[in-house]
């Protein structure tokens, strides 16, 4: 089975969606566009009856909120829709799966946590953004990340975590161990800011890796392809 997206041009990219139940890792640098990609990515789910969860460790609800409200891809009826779970990493309820900053937990409960929220729950799609802050609540150990990522990948849930990743000669655990790696770029060039995005892998999918232009625009990212071209 194959799951859209939600940001046009990108289907086309991977082979008619992204295939199901999988971890796939987000990155790219500041700015590119990751948030954006993953927000649209729940919309969409929302809009198929899907139920979704976003794990956020960078900002509140009502901050994503705001920042997407520019867009027309309908994310803040997709948060009004009860259909996702908001969980802010520093809110009352983040901080019962996450515990403290600094209070190291042990990454097989939140693992273990999140992994059965996402089962008893019947979750489709999941966002965690980022692995940043992730390395800052867990031990900081290849272990417990890899323990954490192979607990994601099990759940049915699709799953984008997202990762900040800039270096791309500096690949982590998390691109080898994830089933498809998305990867955001933005360069100077003469004429300003260019945008792309490139998928590096996906397992089982036969997709094209090239760079495509990517945009901004009122219904939120969307990616030139061969035949359709970005509006
Ligand atoms: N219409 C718009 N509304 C909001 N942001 C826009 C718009 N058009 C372009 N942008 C740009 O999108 C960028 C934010 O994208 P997004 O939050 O998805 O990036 P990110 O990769 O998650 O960044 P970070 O690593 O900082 O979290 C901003 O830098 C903003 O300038
Ligand atoms: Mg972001």
Redesign the pocket.
């Known amino acids: 089975m194959r799951v859209s997206s939600g940001v046009s041009g990108f289907d086309e990219v991977v082979d008619g969606g992204l295939p199901a139940g999988r971890l796939y890792v987000v990155c790219?640098?500041?700015?590119?566009?990751?948030?954006?990609?993953s927000?649209q990515f729940l919309a969409e789910g929302v809009s198929q009856g899907d139920r979704c969860l976003f794990v956020s460790m960078?900002e509140s609800e009502a901050d994503l909120e705001a920042?997407?409200s520019?867009?027309d891809f309908g994310f803040s009826e997709a948060l009004d829709s009860g259909q996702v779970t908001f969980l802010d990493a520093f809110s009352q309820d983040g901080k019962r799966f996450f515990g403290m900053p600094g209070e190291r937990r042990d990454s097989n409960t939140i693992s273990n946590r999140i992994t059965s929220f996402v089962e008893s729950r019947d979750i489709d799609r999941v966002v965690v953004?980022?692995t940043m802050l992730l390395r800052y609540f867990i031990d900081d150990t290849d272990d417990t990340m890899i323990q954490f990522l192979s607990s994601l990948k099990r759940a049915n849930a699709t799953t984008y975590l997202?990762s900040?990743m800039t270096d791309p000669s500096a690949y982590a655990d998390e691109h080898y161990l994830a089933h498809g790696v998305v990867f955001?770029h933005n360069y100077m060039e003469d004429d300003g800011m260019t945008r792309g995005v490139q998928v590096v892998k996906m397992r089982g999918a036969d997709v094209d890796t090239d760079i495509h232009d990517l945009r901004?625009t009122?219904r939120g990212l969307v990616v030139a392809t061969d035949r359709s071209d970005a509006r």
């Open positions: 790219g640098p500041p700015g590119s566009g990751k948030t954006t990609f927000s960078h920042d997407m520019g867009y953004d980022s997202i900040e955001f901004f009122d």
